[in-house]
């Protein structure tokens, strides 16, 4: 945090290089998110780079009290949100990004890795059925691991309502599950 503070104050000076090492730090990461969110790399390519601009321009802007990794999400979930509402299209998490097979270990039983994974590729279809509201607070906990505080500080809501929103979530996905298959959740 400390770097990119230094960085920021350089940015804020006017060198362009600062601000290429921060596009460097958070493109790769910002990237995963954002094909999470709309299962398109060329859509996450276009968000991203008007992530950047966005940041770049409202550099004054951002306060340092809060992390910048924080501050740069919230951008991309709010850039994220006006290119959907732009192109008025909803797309689901593309299953092979996060279910992807992980391969079978050695002497593992075929038909227990086929039942694992098809169960994995079942929850993911649950999480693309969920709406934003509560699909962004369960990606940005489960998939990028942030905290309830930065949940709630990146969509600019309260720390009770992110937890809420991700528990809510959790459970329209269990009730969905149990729905399906008669209170089995093995």
């Not at 299209?89 to 279910?99: C, F, G, M």
């Not at 930065?150 to 329209?172: H, P, Y």
Request: hydrophobic share 35%.
């Amino acid at each position: 945090m400390h770097e990119d503070l230094a960085h920021i104050k350089r940015i804020r000076d006017g060198d362009i290089e600062a601000f290429e090492v921060i596009v460097d730090k958070y493109r790769n990461k910002l990237f995963s998110f954002l094909v999470k969110m709309t299962c398109s790399r060329q859509d996450s390519e276009e968000i991203l780079q008007e992530v950047f601009i966005r940041a770049f321009n409202n550099i004054n802007k951002y306060d340092d009290r809060w992390s910048f990794s924080t501050w740069i999400y919230r951008i991309a979930v709010n850039t994220y949100k006006s290119h959907m509402k732009k192109t008025r299209r909803h797309k689901t998490v593309p299953i092979d990004e996060i279910a992807a097979d992980k391969g079978m270990a050695v002497g593992e039983n075929p038909e227990k890795v086929f039942e694992r994974n098809e169960r994995h590729r079942e929850i993911v279809s649950l999480i693309n059925s969920l709406k934003d509201k509560q699909r962004i607070p369960l990606i940005l906990k489960y998939v990028k691991g942030f905290s309830y505080q930065e949940i709630s500080e990146i969509l600019g809501i309260s720390e009770e309502a992110a937890k809420m929103r991700v528990l809510r979530a959790k459970k329209n996905i269990c009730e969905k599950y149990i729905e399906k298959h008669g209170g089995d959740i093995r």
